[in-house]
């Protein structure tokens, strides 16, 4: 978490699988109660209500402001964050994004939606919060998760960021974003989630818990039957390489340029890819774009007090 004049920047970003801070991973799903549930652990309280957060994972919405979840889901991003601070009362400017197609369209109502309340008051995992949102800047997603190594990027370069909702493609020339050269893709890794549970139940009759796929797209293995593994690691191989055929109708070229990946699908790459290893780079890291994002306000706010 960065500060600048007393105001502690929070970045935050709003995956459909994942909640993810500079610092903190929380899976996106809310369960609402209308009194306080049994077990603790990601407990929100707000307005009267109870939330529990990290069942699960949110379904894909073509607009983030459609409901509350992702307003709910940011109280618990600045609690987290400001947790590992030991604060509980701030003065904070949110940073955050959307797909890169999105960004123009959406960026105002979803800032709006943001700042809604510019007090929040609200209690996470029995602490008390009181915030005062004092402003928020609204980042296309994908391309600040490397805009802290762009002086890596030579030539021709194309950047895909490969969420569990979408994926976003840019084109990045000589250091600098093409903006017409931008595209998102309703084509994340719930799509392969999806399509190995389908297999699994086609193959053997069988409903296979969403956490096994999880396991085996993170890491290329888990603890279960080898032929049930190996139904779910050919159903990853075929969604990597559908995920290539849709670089390569965007003129991706690996002869022409080097193709940098983030976001959670960059483990599926890893794992079931067949593609030239010294001209891919995956940047692992899940919180990288939140990383970038808390960069690029800091950086922009230290310029407008400057000037």
């Avoid at 030991?86 to 105002?108: F, K, M, S």
């Avoid at 193709?259 to 790459?269: A, E, K, Q, R, T």
């Amino acid at each position: 978490m960065k500060e600048l004049n007393s105001i502690k920047i929070i970045a935050i970003d709003h995956g459909y699988g994942n909640i993810k801070t500079t610092n903190t991973v929380t899976p996106t799903g809310i369960t609402t109660y209308d009194t306080e549930p049994i077990f603790t652990g990601n407990i929100l309280e707000y307005n009267g209500r109870y939330y529990r957060i990290g069942d699960g994972h949110k379904e894909f919405a073509s607009d983030k402001c459609m409901d509350e979840d992702y307003y709910l889901l940011t109280m618990m991003g600045i609690a987290r964050e400001l947790h590992r601070e030991q604060l509980t009362q701030a003065d904070i400017h949110l940073a955050a994004g959307l797909p890169l197609t999105w960004v123009r369209r959406q960026r105002e109502d979803f800032r709006a939606y943001l700042m809604k309340n510019p007090c929040m008051d609200f209690r996470f995992n029995g602490t008390d919060y009181h915030i005062n949102v004092v402003g928020c800047s609204i980042y296309p997603q994908g391309y600040p998760a490397v805009v802290e190594h762009l002086v890596d990027f030579k030539g021709t370069n194309l950047l895909a960021d490969i969420g569990n909702g979408t994926m976003n493609i840019l084109y990045i020339n000589n250091k600098k974003p093409v903006e017409n050269r931008s595209y998102t893709e309703k084509y994340g890794v719930n799509q392969c989630m999806i399509a190995a549970r389908n297999a699994v139940l086609d193959s053997f009759g069988v409903k296979i818990e969403d956490s096994i796929i999880e396991q085996i797209l993170r890491s290329g293995t888990a603890d279960i039957g080898s032929t049930y593994l190996e139904c779910i690691k050919r159903t990853a191989t075929e969604y990597v390489s559908n995920i290539f055929a849709t670089l390569r109708r965007y003129e991706y070229n690996p002869d022409l340029m080097r193709l940098y990946v983030v976001g959670g699908g960059g483990c599926l790459l890893k794992h079931f890819g067949n593609y030239e290893k010294e001209r891919v780079t995956i940047i692992d890291d899940i919180c990288a774009t939140a990383k970038g994002y808390e960069f690029l306000a800091y950086h922009a706010l230290r310029r407008k007090e400057q000037s």
